[in-house]
């Protein structure tokens, strides 16, 4: 299943303006692709962003609007609010500036290549329903670490770790140790140009082993593989991959025997078809590009039955103005919607089938109208909101939402009988000249 979004709209703006905070490496600058080597193969999260990009004066899309002397200043004045001293007292100075100093330290890791990626160690078996590990056990189990490739710049970073963690760090540390909750312990270490933040024993050690090529990275797993090429982009600015069978593998496993009934109810969800999620994103002739791939192996039941509905054509968009500024499109058949939720019902909770029956006879008695035979037969499959400037809206403040018609005189019937129940329902709510 593969969705793909393109335009810069207004949540994309405000992203950019934080300084990518959520659009990692927009607009792309130079990718260090040699940290696919990094991660483990069987890293259960991954994400690799690009440096951040200056731009280019009158180009179109976001390498145009970064450029813009305007934003320019802009992104200036957000900096200087990040660098302002706090207004507490001289007791609360360090608290109170804790925030800001963790924003400018994010922000100034983002606007250089890197990576983040998480893995877990098997959990050790456990004998008893009841016995369940503490979270300083999950703990020592985790490894994470992030690269970022500062080259000169890494100095700024180590001092923005000065002022979080109020350590002495070393200006060049060489795998040295931090203080960190329940024990696990933080190493950071400079290699050439990068600088390595982990999580876990040995955790730095096997990220430097991948970038040396001694220990294969997730570049070498076939999944990641197989997802990345569907959603790849010339100029790539992020890569996402989270592995959803390996983390549910991993927790229910720590659960114990407690995971062989966690296990039932998501084979009875279908929960269990997830296998894993990509994402990427990326700019196209200006335009920013995120597309999202999840592998459920075909399956389509249980939870992934919105993922059974027909593709998105470009003719179902068409009512949709040039100059929207928020765009939503979705496929789902509501017919289909309603008789997957009961077939999960009547699979997870047969109790609750009945429950269900009933309420949907109440709905269908309210309406005046049979779900099966009357709404939806006349819906289509494409649910689309927009707001545009030419229809009176401004940056999302005037959605519309529209629904596909597929029999227009059921849904003229089921459009008066809505309007029947909405007049009914102001005239006991409003005065009656409203």
């Avoid at 890293?43 to 962003?49: G, Q």
């Avoid at 035979?373 to 519309?400: C, H, K, M, R, Y």
Wanted: net charge negative; aromatic share 4%.
């Amino acid at each position: 299943m593969t969705t793909t979004t393109i335009g810069l709209g207004w949540i994309e703006v405000l992203l950019v303006l934080l300084g990518g905070g959520g659009l990692l490496g927009m607009p792309p600058g130079q990718r260090d692709t040699s940290l696919l080597k990094a991660a483990p193969p069987q890293s259960l999260v991954f994400v690799e962003w690009a440096s951040r990009g200056a731009g280019k004066p009158g180009a179109p899309g976001v390498d145009g609007f970064v450029a813009d002397p305007e934003i320019k200043l802009l992104l200036s004045a957000i900096d200087v609010a990040l660098q302002q001293p706090s207004s507490a007292g001289e007791d609360d100075i360090d608290q109170s500036q804790q925030p800001r100093e963790a924003m400018r330290l994010a922000k100034l890791m983002t606007a250089y290549s890197g990576c983040f990626f998480l893995t877990a160690d098997a959990p050790v078996a456990r004998n008893g329903l009841l016995n369940v590990p503490t979270s300083a056990e999950i703990l020592s189990r985790m490894h994470a670490c992030v690269i970022v490739n500062a080259g000169k710049e890494i100095p700024f970073l180590i001092d923005g770790f000065k002022r979080v963690t109020h350590e002495e760090i070393p200006l060049k540390p060489q795998m040295y140790d931090l203080p960190a909750p329940n024990g696990a312990g933080v190493t950071i270490h400079q290699e050439g140009d990068r600088l390595l933040i982990g999580l876990g024993t040995d955790t730095v050690e096997r990220a430097l082993a991948g970038l040396r090529g001694e220990v294969p990275g997730i570049d070498s797993n076939p999944r990641f593989q197989a997802g990345w090429k569907r959603v790849a982009t010339d100029r790539t600015g992020c890569i996402g991959w989270l592995d959803v069978r390996g983390s549910t593998e991993v927790a229910i496993a720590s659960m114990g025997p407690a995971g062989l009934l966690a296990q039932t109810v998501l084979r009875g969800a279908g929960a269990d078809a997830l296998d894993f999620g990509v994402s990427g994103t990326g700019v196209v002739e200006g335009n920013v590009i995120q597309r999202t791939f999840l592998a459920t192996n075909g399956r389509t039941d249980g939870v992934l039955l919105l993922a059974g509905s027909p593709a998105l054509r470009m003719e179902q968009l068409s009512h949709i103005p040039a100059d929207s500024d928020v765009v939503l499109a979705a496929s789902f058949d509501p017919g289909q919607l309603v008789g997957g939720l009961r077939d999960l019902v009547a699979k997870t909770n047969p109790l609750s089938l009945r429950v269900f029956d009933e309420a949907t006879k109440e709905l269908e008695k309210e309406l005046g109208l049979s779900l099966g035979q009357d709404v939806f037969p006349a819906l289509g499959n494409a649910w689309t909101a927009f707001s545009s400037p030419s229809e009176g809206g401004l940056v999302g403040s005037s959605l519309i939402v529209a629904v596909e018609v597929r029999d227009q005189a059921k849904a003229q019937a089921v459009c008066e009988r809505l309007l029947q129940l909405l007049e009914q329902s102001l005239a006991t709510e409003v005065h009656p000249e409203f």
